[in-house]
């Protein structure tokens, strides 16, 4: 299994849909959590973290399911803005054990 | 407060040349890291520090050697590029906590790096 997984996608939705992303991770001693948002030829910018207890910000929702080992991102009243690619992080607070998922591309419709 | 700044943002190189990348961060960071960037391969890690004067392999360093003489400045250097290190470079630097907790990273825009 590798460390992070994620569907590379695309994901081809329209706007105003509501979209869902999980990012399954194989660490169970993994400590922190993180959804970054990757516009082309960009740098990575954060999106959010993510909580055990989950956590909201406007219309972005991000669940860590310690149990089954992945976390989630869900994305409502989808923007064309929102097209990018969406990158998982998962943190091990050892300086060398950051390790980013490959990301999953959005692309909103108009 | 410029954040995390990256020179040059394009460069060509032939084989065999040499080169270094400056990343430089005005947010008193602790932790600094090299990424490199590959289509289908996502960011892997080339180089870290977590201080002053350290440094500390990651993923893929061969290839790249590393200096943090300066807490706000972090240094590539490719002593002899070869066409397999044709990448998008990115530089990162994020703060840490007591129990070494590290926040997230803030990333700087990168330098498109050709080598023919």
């Known amino acids: 299994r590798k460390e992070v997984e994620q569907d590379p996608g695309p994901f081809n939705v329209p706007e105003g849909a509501t979209v869902a992303f999980n990012c399954t991770y194989s660490n169970s001693a993994s400590q922190s959590f993180f959804w970054y948002r990757q516009d082309c030829r960009k740098e990575p910018k954060l999106l959010m973290s993510v909580y055990s207890s989950g956590n909201e910000d406007g219309r972005f929702t991000a669940q860590l399911n310690r149990a089954s080992q992945y976390i989630s991102l869900l994305i409502r009243d989808s923007k064309l803005s929102d097209s990018a690619t969406y990158l998982c992080?998962?943190?091990?607070?050892?300086?060398?054990?950051?390790?980013f998922g490959k990301g999953t591309r959005l692309h909103i419709l108009p | 407060n410029a954040g995390v700044t990256q020179t040059p943002k394009f460069r060509v190189l032939k084989t065999g040349q040499s080169m270094t990348l400056l990343c430089a961060q005005d947010m008193n960071h602790e932790y600094m890291y090299w990424y490199r960037q590959d289509p289908g391969m996502g960011l892997r890690l080339i180089h870290y520090?977590?201080?002053?004067?350290?440094?500390a392999k990651g993923e893929v360093p061969d290839g790249y050697n590393v200096s943090r003489l300066k807490k706000q400045n972090f240094l590539l250097g490719l002593e002899s590029a070869a066409p397999s290190q044709t990448s998008v470079y990115f530089c990162?630097?994020?703060?840490?906590?007591?129990?070494?907790?590290?926040?997230?990273?803030?990333f700087g825009p990168g330098t498109r790096l050709t080598v023919t």
């Open positions: 990162a630097s994020s703060s840490v906590a007591d129990d070494l907790h590290t926040y997230e990273q803030y």
């Open positions: 520090s977590v201080g002053e004067g350290t440094t």
């Open positions: 992080v998962v943190n091990m607070n050892r300086d060398d054990k950051i390790i």
